[in-house]
């Protein structure tokens, strides 16, 4: 049998799953926990929240039957789609590695280079469905003007998101903001006020601070960049998480066959890194190709089970 090209690589697959870049803040694995699936086409299950709030006849006589129901469900069907990069290291700078004296492991660094990179794509795309208009159902979304926009001192974002739990179907756990919006919400008068509880309206809220007044498990921030410019034109920079806000219902045991939350990542198989060995098309003496990539599909399970904010911060 003729030796596979793609090689995979135990040391380097384990670098890209320990990886978490520290100068940015991905968030994607939080907003939108990974279940494996065993398959890359796969169904998940959806469930009518009419079964789960529609009271039966649960009265029992003393020789008759039990009241018997029955859970209706749907059996979707999706498809996780592959994403991967790959980078070219010549074999000249793998002899330099191996002659320096500085412990620089080319492959390792690749590995971390494209981790990122792929890490970060998936990042634009949780961002973009998460922070959508169109994701949420129509009762559950909202945006902010004027007076209104927690940027402005006379907001109440307090109020604005107590209502906001109070009226979805299963109480939001999940605060996922842009950085713009953490900004500003946590300089927010009213809140700083309601919070900390004195007369002055100055002061700087942290994260667990806000959870804990709201009664949330988690205050989620994304913080990452990217560039927006095409190729070769001058880089332009831009969060990947907007000005915006989301409150979700999250159940990270929840996957494709049981639970109820918002919405998870199918993922096929682990992330995946090797190599392709004496490619003979890098440089004059050919090299090694290191490949780094996954196979996901992000899927919104429940567009009533979140609440969107859109221009929360000016």
């Excluded at 700083?192 to 002055?200: E, R």
């Excluded at 989301?246 to 090797?274: C, H, K, M, Q």
């Amino acid at each position: 049998m003729a030796k596979a090209p793609f090689q995979y690589n135990p040391y380097l697959t384990a670098i890209a799953l320990a990886y978490r870049n520290t100068t940015v803040s991905l968030i994607a694995d939080q907003v939108l926990p990974i279940t494996p699936v065993a398959t890359e086409n796969f169904a998940y299950l959806s469930y009518p929240k009419e079964d789960a709030f529609t009271v039966p006849d649960t009265r029992v006589g003393r020789t008759s039957k039990v009241n018997q129901i029955e859970f209706a469900n749907s059996m979707l069907t999706a498809t996780t789609e592959d994403f991967g990069l790959e980078d070219p290291i010549p074999s000249k700078d793998m002899v330099n590695a191996q002659t320096s004296k500085v412990g620089y492991d080319p492959l390792a660094k690749s590995t971390e280079y494209l981790t990122n990179l792929v890490l970060l794509d998936r990042e634009v795309r949780v961002a973009g469905l998460v922070f959508n208009t169109n994701t949420y159902a129509a009762a559950n979304k909202t945006t902010l003007t004027g007076t209104a926009q927690w940027s402005d001192p006379a907001s109440d974002p307090a109020a604005v998101i107590l209502a906001a739990l109070d009226s979805m179907v299963m109480r939001g756990n999940t605060l996922v903001l842009g950085a713009a919006t953490w900004t500003t919400l946590r300089q927010n008068a009213n809140l700083v006020k309601k919070i900390l509880g004195t007369a002055s309206s100055s002061g700087l809220l942290t994260r667990q601070q806000v959870a804990d007044a709201l009664e949330l498990n988690q205050v989620l921030v994304g913080a990452s960049w990217v560039n927006t410019a095409r190729k070769g034109q001058t880089a332009a920079l831009a969060r990947t998480w907007g000005k915006h806000a989301s409150l979700l219902y999250l159940d990270p045991t929840a996957d494709t066959n049981r639970g109820i939350t918002f919405g998870l990542t199918a993922e096929f198989e682990n992330r995946i890194v090797g190599t392709i060995q004496d490619d003979p098309d890098i440089g004059l003496r050919g090299g090694v190709r290191v490949r780094c990539g996954m196979s996901v599909k992000e899927l919104v399970l429940g567009n009533d089970l979140g609440y969107f904010w859109q221009n929360a911060t000016a």
